[in-house]
């Protein structure tokens, strides 16, 4: 009844209008900026990748650095989307699922640079002294009082959602990787998790930070470089691989060996709501963490938003798809992170599958400290930071049951929480662009750009 009920939903939610929605603010943001994220790509790059190693504070006012923050949103974006969403869209879509992943993240950097403006725009300091921000608050601050009731929406959510895409589908991911490699029973890495997560997150933001500013650097390269090798083994498939992509993108993939086949609907949805999934442009998510960066105008920190979606999809999704359709295993009927590991396997016959399960281990841990945090902040938005530390404690044991939970199920109501919190936030994204286009103009202005 469950799964009868969600399906109905997310069909709704993940329908034509949502992936217009989603996609369509993205376009507007690009159009209104110049795009931005191709005009302005090097300087985005010089001001976030080529000084993520500067300690040099540029500013006062926050409660962790720049790249603290985005070690945060990366720990909450590099998750198992980029390793199961990544398999499941190909898996279900086809090949031609990874080129609309290639234009949600086009258009999505822009979002998610929107996004972070606005949180910075919008902040202001809770109860005990700290710095907050994000949907909520831009939309109670920027469009007016009386549309507080979206966002409490968008808290409510927010919190939900938490439970799902940061907490549930990444220890549940977890326990699936770590069983099938090392033999470990789901409940044991499930217990583990819980606890190694809990010694983190009781510490609040400035502890997750630290954390996270340590592993998020590691874990993305050790990963990729697993990746990497694999494709370069593969490299006469690479022309083969990008064929497959931009043909299926546009025509149905008739099935092949396990593969069901796919339709060009099929391919956009899943191609869409797992980058989506995986970047989050659009969630609201990533800027609950930017908004507590130290930084002396919401624009630069902005652009880290655009180097967000950047590095998580164009980069290591590109690079987890290349080596399932290369390495042939796409079509084999295998989902999820299995898929992946299969692919892995294929071109790293060994440690090809460690190096997934490891890479899982991490990017589902980081994960599951950064969303601790989003939906605690929703929750406070509703109930007052009184309720944070309760909110910690209920997160630890839905860590040890996601672990054990049904794959599919705990997945599809990750997906429904997901589009359902994205409405909110994209409506007031489009409200308020004209806060974001000045400030924009204005910065840009400053730098003589």
């Given at each position: 009844?469950?799964?009868?009920?969600n399906?109905?939903?997310?069909g709704?939610?993940?329908?034509?209008?949502?992936?217009?929605l989603?996609?369509?603010t993205g376009?507007?943001?690009?159009?209104?900026?110049?795009?931005?994220?191709?005009g302005?790509f090097?300087f985005?790059?010089k001001e976030t990748l080529f000084?993520?190693f500067?300690?040099?504070?540029?500013a006062e006012?926050g409660d962790?650095?720049p790249?603290q923050?985005?070690s945060?949103?990366?720990a909450?974006?590099?998750?198992?989307?980029?390793?199961a969403g990544?398999?499941?869209a190909?898996?279900i879509?086809?090949?031609g699922a990874v080129f609309w992943?290639?234009?949600?993240a086009?258009f999505?950097?822009m979002t998610?640079?929107?996004?972070v403006v606005?949180?910075i725009?919008y902040?202001e300091?809770?109860?005990?002294g700290?710095?907050?921000?994000?949907?909520?608050y831009?939309?109670v601050d920027?469009m007016?009082?009386?549309?507080?009731?979206?966002a409490?929406?968008?808290?409510?959510?927010g919190?939900?959602?938490?439970?799902?895409?940061?907490n549930?589908?990444q220890a549940?991911?977890v326990?699936?990787a770590?069983?099938?490699s090392?033999?470990?029973p789901?409940?044991v890495?499930g217990v583990?998790?819980?606890?190694a997560?809990g010694?983190?997150?009781?510490?609040?933001?400035?502890?997750?930070?630290k954390?996270?500013e340590k592993i998020?650097?590691?874990?993305a390269?050790?990963y990729?470089?697993?990746?990497?090798?694999i494709?370069i083994?593969?490299?006469?498939?690479?022309?083969?691989?990008f064929a497959?992509?931009?043909?299926?993108?546009?025509?149905a993939?008739?099935?092949?060996?396990?593969?069901?086949?796919?339709?060009?609907?099929m391919?956009?949805r899943?191609?869409?709501?797992r980058?989506v999934?995986s970047?989050e442009?659009?969630?609201?998510s990533a800027?609950?963490?930017h908004?507590?960066?130290r930084?002396d105008?919401?624009?630069?920190?902005g652009?880290w938003?655009v180097f967000?979606v950047?590095?998580?999809t164009?980069v290591i999704?590109?690079?987890?798809a290349?080596?399932i359709?290369?390495s042939g295993v796409?079509s084999?009927g295998?989902?999820?992170?299995?898929?992946t590991?299969?692919a892995?396997?294929?071109g790293?016959?060994g440690p090809?599958?460690?190096?997934v399960a490891?890479?899982i281990?991490f990017?589902?841990f980081s994960?599951?400290l950064?969303?601790?945090?989003?939906?605690?902040?929703?929750?406070?938005?509703i109930?007052g930071?009184?309720f944070?530390?309760?909110?910690?404690i209920?997160?630890l044991?839905?860590i040890?049951l996601?672990s054990v939970?049904?794959l599919?199920l705990?997945?599809?109501?990750a997906?429904?929480?997901n589009g359902?919190?994205?409405?909110?936030n994209?409506?007031?994204?489009l409200?308020?662009?004209?806060?974001?286009?000045?400030?924009?103009k204005?910065?840009f202005?400053?730098q003589?750009?």
């Amino acid at each position: 009844m469950i799964e009868s009920i969600n399906g109905t939903i997310n069909g709704i939610v993940w329908g034509p209008y949502m992936l217009v929605l989603l996609v369509g603010t993205g376009v507007y943001y690009s159009f209104r900026t110049n795009f931005l994220q191709v005009g302005k790509f090097g300087f985005a790059m010089k001001e976030t990748l080529f000084k993520i190693f500067d300690k040099t504070e540029i500013a006062e006012d926050g409660d962790i650095t720049p790249f603290q923050a985005l070690s945060t949103a990366l720990a909450a974006t590099i998750g198992t989307g980029n390793i199961a969403g990544v398999a499941t869209a190909i898996a279900i879509g086809g090949p031609g699922a990874v080129f609309w992943m290639w234009v949600s993240a086009f258009f999505g950097m822009m979002t998610k640079f929107a996004e972070v403006v606005l949180a910075i725009r919008y902040r202001e300091k809770n109860a005990e002294g700290n710095w907050v921000g994000g949907p909520m608050y831009y939309i109670v601050d920027g469009m007016g009082a009386n549309w507080k009731w979206l966002a409490w929406i968008f808290s409510l959510f927010g919190a939900l959602a938490a439970f799902g895409i940061g907490n549930m589908v990444q220890a549940n991911s977890v326990a699936d990787a770590l069983n099938t490699s090392f033999g470990i029973p789901h409940v044991v890495s499930g217990v583990v998790l819980a606890i190694a997560a809990g010694a983190v997150i009781l510490g609040g933001l400035k502890r997750i930070a630290k954390v996270t500013e340590k592993i998020v650097p590691f874990m993305a390269v050790f990963y990729m470089i697993g990746a990497i090798v694999i494709v370069i083994l593969n490299l006469v498939h690479i022309p083969e691989a990008f064929a497959l992509i931009f043909r299926h993108a546009f025509t149905a993939k008739a099935g092949v060996g396990g593969f069901a086949g796919a339709t060009v609907m099929m391919a956009m949805r899943f191609g869409v709501a797992r980058g989506v999934f995986s970047n989050e442009a659009g969630l609201g998510s990533a800027p609950i963490a930017h908004a507590a960066a130290r930084t002396d105008h919401p624009v630069r920190q902005g652009l880290w938003g655009v180097f967000e979606v950047f590095a998580d999809t164009i980069v290591i999704c590109t690079l987890t798809a290349l080596t399932i359709i290369t390495s042939g295993v796409w079509s084999s009927g295998v989902t999820g992170a299995a898929l992946t590991t299969a692919a892995f396997n294929e071109g790293l016959p060994g440690p090809g599958g460690i190096i997934v399960a490891i890479g899982i281990l991490f990017f589902a841990f980081s994960t599951l400290l950064s969303w601790a945090y989003y939906g605690e902040k929703c929750a406070e938005f509703i109930l007052g930071s009184g309720f944070n530390k309760i909110y910690r404690i209920i997160w630890l044991p839905l860590i040890v049951l996601g672990s054990v939970g049904s794959l599919t199920l705990i997945w599809d109501i990750a997906d429904t929480l997901n589009g359902l919190m994205a409405i909110p936030n994209l409506v007031a994204l489009l409200a308020l662009s004209g806060v974001v286009v000045n400030l924009t103009k204005e910065f840009f202005e400053k730098q003589n750009l």
